[in-house]
């Protein structure tokens, strides 16, 4: 299964070349000799079905007649290297025979990737970005395991697209694995300056602040991230979770800072209730943050009041869960 930054959806979608990208095929096959045309086209023909039954050993097989009949039938060679990927076993990881596979799935990416991002179709750009993504994704740790050679691939891919946010997020993953922090905040930095409007990349760097232990740094971005995308509840609820997680976790807090956190948490959750007043997870934090106000509060009766109102929040999510399980409402 792919990884770095490959998704479950994508990776299951791939069941074979569209019909676009057969049609481009076949002009690219125009080029050859009338012989070599009709040979290419046959094996990928072949090579497409085997590849869509999952058949990926017969599918390479094809492929690679395929190509080697015509080299310019250029979408080829990502689906050659997808099924020698498919037929590599991380369980065997380090068996000869079955690194040669990775190693050849390694090198179709890269000539697919080559060839197509000079193409002039969208069809062939998209799938010059996709080859581009599952050549990172085989230099990630499950498999060759060498962030070097993924670096200037990204890079790469950051040139063919600098208004895409995911290759920005890759490359920073890579630098910040490698312990390379501040390049990792510097091109997430740019991410930013490439797409301002967009909340995942105010909320990619928010969750490296955090990994980083960055506070204030974290809070901020999630708030810009939230300032992005005013309309949605869940970036109230995230910022007032962080504040949550604050306030319960951290020893260093003195009390006045503890309060300071909790009281901007609920301002957080009350945003996020009134856009969406059934919101289960803000409703369970709103219960959560009124325990630690309560656990902070002097006077009993303000104490059980909070308490009282905590505990009447937990009731309401639950039955809120069982009417949302039991249909009611939907």
């Known amino acids: 299964m792919p990884t770095s930054g490959i998704t479950l959806g994508v990776w299951r979608r791939l ?23 009709l040979t290419a086209m046959k094996n990928f023909k072949e090579a497409n079905q085997a590849y869509q039954q999952q058949d990926y ?21 990502f689906y050659l290297g997808n099924s020698y990927d498919n037929l590599f076993k991380p369980s065997k990881k380090g ?26 179709t969208k069809e062939e750009k998209d799938l010059a970005r996709l ?37 920005y997020f890759a490359l920073a993953k890579i630098y910040e694995d490698a312990g390379a922090y501040e390049n990792a905040e510097d091109i997430l930095l740019k991410a930013k300056a490439a797409k301002p409007k967009d909340p995942a990349v105010y909320k990619t760097l928010a969750g490296y602040y955090n990994r980083q232990g960055q506070f204030e740094k974290t809070v901020k971005e999630l708030e810009d991230a939230s300032a992005a995308d005013p309309q949605n509840p869940e970036a109230h609820y995230t910022i007032a979770v962080f504040y949550w997680d604050a306030a319960f976790r951290d020893a260093r807090l003195k009390e006045a800072e503890k309060k300071d956190y909790v009281q901007k948490g609920l301002n957080e959750i009350e945003k996020a209730l009134q856009m969406k007043a059934d919101y289960i997870d803000a409703i369970v934090y709103k219960g959560l943050l ?12 303000k104490q059980q009041a ?16 069982k009417q949302k399980a039991s249909g009611v409402g939907n």
């Not at 050993?57 to 060679?77: F, G, Q, R």
């Not at 596979?101 to 990737?113: G, I, P, S, T």
């Not at 909070?306 to 869960?321: C, H, I, V, W």
Request: glycine share 6%; charged share 25%.
């Open 57 to 77: 050993k017969m599918a390479a097989e094809k492929y690679e007649l395929a190509v080697a009949a015509d080299p310019n039938l250029n979408s080829a060679y």
């Open 290 to 301: 009124l325990r630690l106000q309560a656990n902070m509060e002097k006077d009993a009766a």
């Open 95 to 120: 068996e000869p025979a079955n690194d040669q596979l990775l190693e050849k799935a390694v090198q179709n990416y890269q000539r697919a990737a080559e060839k197509l991002a000079a193409g002039s």
């Open 131 to 167: 080859s581009l993504k599952y050549l990172v994704s085989s230099y990630g740790a499950d498999k060759l395991n060498d962030p070097a050679r993924a670096e200037p691939v990204v890079q790469r891919m950051i040139q063919l697209d600098p208004g895409e946010p995911e290759n």
């Open 15 to 37: 069941r074979g070349p569209s019909a676009a990208v057969v049609a481009m095929a076949l002009m690219a096959a125009g080029g050859c000799s009338k012989v070599g045309q």
């Open 306 to 321: 909070l308490l009282k109102e905590a505990t009447q929040l937990s009731d309401k999510a639950n039955t809120l869960r």
